[in-house]
């Protein structure tokens, strides 16, 4: 059994989670939007390995929030 940092109905927890969710979204739309603009094959890999760490971020908090709830 894994015990857990936090309880499982912690509200700021799930705050955090949501807002990290909200903010990785956001800066996901944005890095494709720069992608837009780019031309370079190394600057588009730049942020699209960027939006791709954002997304397993999302990933883990969205896991994090089914575990609290």
């Given at each position: 059994m894994?015990?857990?940092?936090?309880?499982s109905?912690?509200?700021?927890?799930e705050?955090v989670?949501?807002w990290?969710?909200?903010?990785?979204?956001?800066?996901?739309?944005?890095?494709?939007?720069?992608?837009?603009t780019?031309?370079?094959r190394k600057?588009?890999?730049?942020l699209?390995?960027?939006?791709?760490?954002?997304?397993?971020?999302i990933?883990h908090?969205?896991?994090?929030?089914?575990?609290?709830?």
């Amino acid at each position: 059994m894994v015990s857990r940092l936090l309880p499982s109905d912690d509200p700021v927890a799930e705050q955090v989670l949501e807002w990290t969710i909200q903010r990785d979204s956001h800066d996901i739309r944005q890095l494709m939007r720069w992608m837009e603009t780019k031309r370079s094959r190394k600057d588009r890999g730049v942020l699209l390995n960027r939006a791709l760490d954002l997304m397993d971020e999302i990933q883990h908090a969205m896991r994090r929030l089914d575990e609290l709830r």
